[in-house]
Nanobody, 128 residues
Framework: QVQLVESGGGLVQAGGSLRLSCAAS????????MGWFRQAPGKEREFVAA????????YYAESVRGRFTISRDNAKNTVYLQMNSLKPEDTAVYYC?????????????????????WGQGTQVTVSS
């Protein structure tokens, strides 16, 4: 079992920045790939970014590439999402998730079904 707790959300003006954190406890954090997803009101949950267990591979949705950066600190059991140049369309509840880091995962790290554990989410609101 892995428990995930997100933090760092809030209200920010367009063009601003936020850093989300996801603290993990339970099974060995470094064995798992990690991902960030988001869900806006009335929309489906969508992939944002993902990172391999070592941090050596990262993946991004086209809508955030160049603005968001995912990273992890396995010594602190924490994964981060640095969000810069925020836009109103980035407004959503952001969720972190963990899943087994294997070949199947790296074929489609954007697939929610590959993630075994999910956090409760943190709200990000970007005002125009």
């Amino acid at each position: 079992q892995v428990q995930l707790v997100e933090s760092g959300g809030g209200l920010v003006q367009a063009g601003g920045s936020l850093r989300l954190s996801c603290a993990a406890s339970g099974r060995t954090f470094s064995n798992y790939a990690m991902g960030w997803f988001r869900q806006a009101p009335g929309k489906e949950r969508e992939f944002v970014a993902a990172i391999s267990w070592s941090g050596g591979r990262t993946y991004y949705a086209e809508s955030v590439r160049g603005r968001f950066t995912i990273s992890r600190d396995n010594a602190k059991n924490t994964v981060y999402l640095q969000m810069n140049s925020l836009k109103p369309e980035d407004t959503a509840v952001y969720y972190c998730a963990s899943g087994p880091d294997n070949k199947n995962y790296h074929r489609s790290p954007w697939s929610p079904g590959l993630y075994s554990y999910w956090g409760q989410g943190t709200q990000v609101t970007v005002s125009s």
